[in-house]
């Protein structure tokens, strides 16, 4: 740097690199703002670094500026005179206020721009940020879909920007949609509709499926004046099996919303087992009566003293 402390500078970029210092009024800035060039502005009393980009500046240029800039950015910071300075990137047709304020220029406007297939303007990458932003918005807002129904394609399929190219693309946006989760109040609205089912004779409820998640039966007791009431709660299941898991035994129950063609719901039914019950307690019934007639007589008092 300069000894002489200087509160703005401006350099011109040669192709090779190469940074060369232009002695230049302030007043008079654009009458140098030229379409063809990058020019790096500083503005030390702003604490700014300015990369003007004409926009028919070649495209490297417009790529080592910003190296170029950091440059300068180090340079300063190394001086104990200035301070730390911004970089802020300025487009031809696009200026920011904040540039046109510092200088008190008008916006110049861009009559022609090289058309290359790397290089993306200020105004562009903020429409791709937004648009980016509108996406993900959209896709929150999503119908939910179950795991069944879900397919693993890219949300969204974009083909290379060429800035200044008016035809259109060949390939087209993918219209699917991501799967979202389930709300705890649409999965309570589900688990309602669901348990006010009646179940088919021999079977229990053993599970439910909604989305991504399992849910299962858990037994809470409340003791209320004395007495002890059993409320069956359906809560989610923290810990999973993992693998594969084969159900052999039971009977699947799909649950679907035509307004929305889509599966809401998979309920998990397991047979009772009632004959083998009512078994069950038939033998323990019988055991019972076996061991009251096996017990032994016990001598009366009578019998004694006889």
Known sequence: MENVYEEFMVYDLENTGERKKLDINQDNLQLHLNSEQVLIIVREDLRRIFIWKGSKSPVRKRFISSKVAQQIQKELITDARYHRCKIVSIDQGDELQEFLNAFKLESMEATERLPDMRYIRNV????????????????????????ILEDTADDIIMS?????????????????????????????????????KDVPPNYKRQNLILGHT??????????????????????????????????????LRVYI????????????????????????????QEQKVNIRRELPKIPSNKSSEN
């Open 257 to 284: 919303d035509q307004n929305k063609g889509i599966v809401e719901a998979v309920e998990v039914l397991k047979k009772s087992d009632l004959n083998k019950s009512s078994e069950d307690n038939r033998q323990n």
């Open 160 to 196: 290379s920007i060429r800035i200044g190219d008016t035809k259109p693309s060949l390939l087209k946006p993918s219209t699917l949609k991501k799967t979202v989760g389930l709300s705890e109040q649409e999965a309570d609205k589900i688990k309602e509709k669901i348990l006010k």
């Open 124 to 147: 562009e990458r903020d429409r791709l940020k937004e648009e980016k932003k509108l996406t993900k918005q959209k896709n929150s807002e999503a119908e939910y879909y179950s795991p």
């Open 214 to 251: 399992l849910y299962g039966a858990v037994s809470k007791v409340t003791e209320v004046l004395g007495r002890n009431i059993v409320d069956i709660v359906w809560e989610k299941v923290s810990k999973l099996p993992e693998g594969i898991v084969e159900l052999d035994n039971n009977k």
